[in-house]
């Protein structure tokens, strides 16, 4: 069983909605990423937060716009998409400040845009 | 140049067979590996890290070399349950950056 939970597991939404993906880790990681992937495709980094401050954003266009609200809780948001950013989306949380910390993935929301 | 590259797959290896991916990478201050595997439409699960004199856990032996810059995953007895997708992720800081994966199918 993930110790990183991701909720809803599937969404689909059309261009004009607004919708947020959400993501809750216990295991006091300070630390925490979205990944977006792709059929077929390695998991490709979006966003990474550390001590709940954004410190890297991969030029990800701005209809996606991250937000972590405490250490076990992020969020992104989602406005504007394209049919093009249907994807599996994933939550990820390690060790913030140690190098050799590994990634804890959550299941992920497989997200359908219309 | 990519920055992490992995073998291309597929692997289809019989049963009891031993398989070894390779894996490169082009950042030399790249500081920690570690090797995922990926069962379809599934999150990515860590496998092992990799450490600098090689490490084994159980039918499985990770190997890296910093100087030629590859890591190495050597799967022994392949078992039917170890067909997947292999990921080989390195770590720059804060960044962690994805192979392409390697598929393996194991077959009776």
């Known amino acids: 069983d993930t110790e990183v939970t991701q909720t809803p597991k599937h969404l689909v939404m059309g261009m004009t909605n607004k919708k947020s993906l959400k993501c809750e880790q216990h295991?006091?990681?300070?630390?925490m990423y979205w990944y977006k992937q792709k059929a077929k495709k390695p998991p490709e980094l979006m966003f990474v937060?550390?001590?709940?401050?954004?410190?890297i954003n991969e030029s990800v266009p701005s209809r996606f716009s991250p937000e972590c609200p405490n250490s076990s809780l992020l969020n992104l948001h989602l406005h504007a998409l394209q049919p093009e950013d249907s994807a599996l989306y994933l939550c990820?949380?390690?060790?913030?400040?140690?190098?050799?910390?590994?990634?804890?993935f959550g299941n992920g929301t497989r997200l359908t845009v219309t | 140049r990519k920055e992490v590259e992995q073998d291309p797959g597929p692997f289809n290896v019989p049963e009891g067979a031993t398989v070894a991916f390779n894996c490169t990478y082009s950042?030399?201050?790249?500081?920690?590996f570690f090797w995922y595997r990926q069962d379809c439409r599934k999150e990515p699960k860590l496998l092992m890290s990799?450490?600098?004199s090689g490490n084994e856990d159980g039918r499985f032996t990770a190997q890296l070399n910093r100087a030629s810059q590859y890591i190495s995953l050597l799967i022994r007895d392949s078992k039917l349950s170890d067909s997947a997708t292999y990921l080989c992720?390195?770590?720059?800081?804060?960044?962690?950056?994805f192979g392409s994966g390697t598929r393996l199918q194991v077959q009776p």
């Open positions: 990799v450490y600098s």
């Open positions: 950042n030399s201050a790249s500081q920690s």
């Open positions: 990820a949380s390690s060790q913030a400040g140690t190098e050799n910390s590994p990634l804890h």
């Open positions: 937060y550390s001590y709940e401050k954004l410190s």
């Open positions: 992720v390195v770590r720059e800081g804060r960044a962690l950056t």
């Open positions: 295991m006091g990681h300070r630390a």
